[in-house]
């Protein structure tokens, strides 16, 4: 085991821990390579987790709140600008799986084929059989719990547990679906059924993004960062990168990082590896501007921070007689469904959706979906003597589709530099410009009504919908995209800058279209996809002087 | 903060405030008669610090206020200082050991599951698999 030591140049510099950057650290350090990641947050665990205290559902609106505006933790940098969606993320060791809810979904077969099939946004320079082996892969380190053989998607090696009983609101769904003849099937989750490796059994808490205090749920701090340190990797928080320097050959040199009191180090490296997600790496390719690239870091396709994809996302609560056990988790999906998910030429929107079954939580957020579908009616609908309306109808009794779209890659939504407001280490913010297309709009409309229709065949007394959320749902992709052409991605097929030979980017950023599926699976595939084929051609790799 | 926060008259406050926010109703108690203005209050708080300063601000503002019309032109005209108000109250009396017990809530507590056995929607699934066309390769 060679561990890297501080200054001294390490093979591989990795920037972010989270989904992408765990993987490449564990199996790059397990390949022998010297591995340094910088992580901007701290390590977080069940000594932080409210998920098991009375106060968890206080504790979503501001501790444990996954808009970093919100949160203001101190890693955590703004999020400035006018967006129909404002991204979310988490700033610590695991990234977005600190909090994310562990639904586990491949893409489709034909997310990769957007131009050829729908005359829209570009094809994949890879395809879905590029990623059905890590795919497997990940699943088995993620310890994903799921049913295979959906006859939606290619064919998948089964999920190394069985999956979690669907509970009371996936048998309702399911029933509404069967009586519509519309796809539906039981959720996959990087939660474990039962224990197996580093998980325990799940134990139904249902408070999945507060952190799991039973450590069901995979995040890397249980999955990938033991056997990366064990292998000799070394994990560097508080770690703030600011610049990626290069030399007079154009290559990266390294990463220069601001620690917790502000001081400046630079991490040699051989290699640099970006995998801060989509907004933080594209804020960083911006920040590392230079005389030789005046317009941003591996930005000469001026594609670095465009095409931010989102997965705009809206719900239909189904409000039902029958007591549905309803705060009972897991907050991952019970069920979910791709019948809406490709492009059909009756409608008039391209591409689709994929919808999913969850618990509504505690009494507190039941009262606050009430609040939000009935407001309208005016303040003595839902206040007053009105207000334990919300618990008598909803709480216990009803189930919640989530729908999330497949948004379009355009250049207008973007993440940029704001050129006024700084992050506490007086770095520029993020500047997000994102609006939300009309394809997507019509998209969603339809969809919406489609999940009216099987909230009422579940046997809904009621409905309750929400418009486009506001606030994401922590899916950040596609703005450093892949492709063979220098002129219009920012990296190669393999992930690797077209403009700097020793650097990768290995985060959602390189998605080229985001399908409608939530996009970790993927994310971790392509990354193992990646370092495997850097591990293969190490002897031609380029570094620096 | 300084000073004692909240001051019994800031308790005072809020509790006509949360009362017309969740009034007795539907076989439930009033906010203050569970203590949302008092202990729970605290607790809330506790969860959720950054409430705090606006609502501190929104309790010595109501003081000079009738409280029907004050909650209700913050709901209308406020609707950040309103989701601060709003969002104590209904936090702390959520956090009430008697209202959960009324609504039957025992907590997000653990529950073991069972993956033994055959699931009970086979039967469905099946008919998935019949009516579902297949998924299309692209080479």
Redesign the interface.
């Known amino acids: 085991m060679r561990r890297p030591q501080p200054g001294v140049a390490a093979d591989v510099v990795i920037v972010g821990s989270g989904a992408s950057g765990a993987v490449a650290a564990a199996h790059l350090a397990a390949a022998g390579f010297e591995v340094v990641c910088l992580e901007q947050g701290d390590w977080t665990g069940p000594a932080d987790y409210?998920?098991?205290?009375?106060?968890?559902?206080?504790?979503w609106?501001?501790?444990w709140s996954p808009d970093p505006n919100?949160r203001r933790g101190p890693a955590d940098y703004p999020l400035t600008g006018e967006a129909d969606v404002r991204p979310v993320m988490y700033n610590g060791v695991g990234g977005g799986l600190v909090q994310w809810a562990a639904m586990w979904q491949p893409l489709?077969?034909?997310d990769?084929?957007a131009r050829?099939?729908d005359g829209v946004a570009d094809d994949w320079p890879i395809?879905?059989s590029d990623l059905a082996e890590p795919y497997a892969q990940v699943a088995r380190e993620m310890s994903v719990s799921g049913l295979g053989?959906d006859?939606?998607?290619?064919e998948l090696e089964p999920y190394p547990?069985?999956?979690?009983?669907?509970g009371r609101i996936?048998?309702a769904a399911?029933?509404g679906?069967?009586r519509l003849?519309w796809?539906?099937?039981?959720g996959s989750n990087a939660i474990a059924?039962?224990s197996h490796r580093s998980l325990q059994?799940?134990?139904?808490?249902?408070?999945c993004m507060m952190g799991c205090p039973?450590n069901a749920k995979a995040t890397p701090s249980l999955t990938h960062w033991p056997s990366a340190l064990a292998a000799g990797a070394r994990l560097v928080t508080g770690a703030r990168v600011a610049q990626i320097p290069i030399d007079e050959r154009g290559r990266a040199r390294g990463a220069v990082y601001l620690d917790r009191d502000g001081v400046e180090h630079l991490q040699p490296a051989q290699v640099v590896i970006l995998a801060a997600n989509a907004v933080g790496t594209a804020r960083l390719l911006l920040l590392s501007a230079s005389p030789r690239f005046p317009d941003g870091l591996a930005n000469s396709s001026g594609l670095v921070g465009r095409r931010l994809m989102q997965h705009p996302y809206r719900t239909v609560t189904a409000v039902c007689e029958d007591f549905l056990d309803s705060?009972?988790?897991p907050w991952g999906q019970s069920i979910y469904s791709l019948e809406f998910a490709e492009t059909h030429p009756d409608r008039d929107f391209v591409r689709g959706t994929k919808w999913m079954v969850m618990p509504h939580g505690?009494?507190?957020f039941a009262?606050?979906e009430y609040q939000e579908a009935h407001r309208h009616e005016g303040?003595d609908a839902v206040?007053?003597?009105?207000?334990?309306?919300a618990?008598?109808e909803v709480?216990?009794h009803a189930f919640t589709w989530g729908i999330q779209a497949e948004d379009l890659p355009e250049d207008a939504n973007r993440v940029v530099l704001d050129p006024a407001v700084r992050d506490s280490s007086g770095l520029p913010a993020a500047r997000i410009e994102y609006r939300v297309s009309d394809n997507t709009r019509r998209m969603l409309d339809f969809n919406v009504a489609r999940a009216v229709e099987a909230a009422e065949a579940a046997g809904a007394a009621s409905t309750m919908v929400r418009d486009i959320w506001p606030t994401g749902i922590g899916h950040v992709l596609g703005t450093t995209r892949m492709g063979d052409d220098p002129r219009c991605s920012v990296v190669d097929r393999w992930c690797r800058a077209h403009d700097v030979a020793n650097l990768y980017i290995i985060d959602g950023g390189v998605f080229v279209t985001g399908g409608s599926a939530n996009p970790t699976a993927t994310i971790m595939a392509n990354a193992l996809r990646v370092v495997d084929h850097m591990i293969q051609s190490r002897a031609s790799q380029e570094v620096p002087s | 903060m300084s000073g004692t926060w909240p001051t019994q008259t800031q308790r005072l406050t809020l509790a006509q405030l949360a009362d017309i926010l969740v009034a007795e109703g539907l076989g439930m108690p009033a906010a203050s008669a569970v203590g949302v203005a008092d202990g729970l209050l605290d607790r809330c708080l506790d969860a959720a610090p950054a409430l705090a300063e606006p609502l501190k601000a929104l309790l010595d503002e109501a003081q000079h206020s009738e409280p029907d019309a004050f909650v209700r032109q913050l709901a209308e005209h406020r609707p950040d200082d309103f989701t601060v108000l709003s969002t104590a109250v209904v936090g702390a009396y959520f956090l009430s050991a008697q209202v959960r017990r009324l609504i039957g809530y025992p907590g997000q507590q653990p529950s073991p599951l069972s993956v033994a056995g055959e699931p009970d929607y086979l039967d469905m699934l099946e008919r998935v698999y019949e009516r579902h066309p297949g998924h299309q390769e692209y080479p």
């Open positions: 409210m998920s098991d205290r009375p106060e968890a559902e206080l504790a609106i501001e501790k919100t489709l077969a034909s990769f084929k050829t099939l395809n879905w053989d006859p939606a998607l290619p547990n069985p999956p979690i009983p669907i996936g048998m399911a029933r679906m069967d003849g796809h539906w099937w039981p059924s039962r059994a799940c134990q139904r808490r249902g408070t039973e705060w009972q988790g505690g009494p507190m009262a606050a303040f206040w007053g003597p009105a207000f334990h309306r618990g008598a709480f216990g």
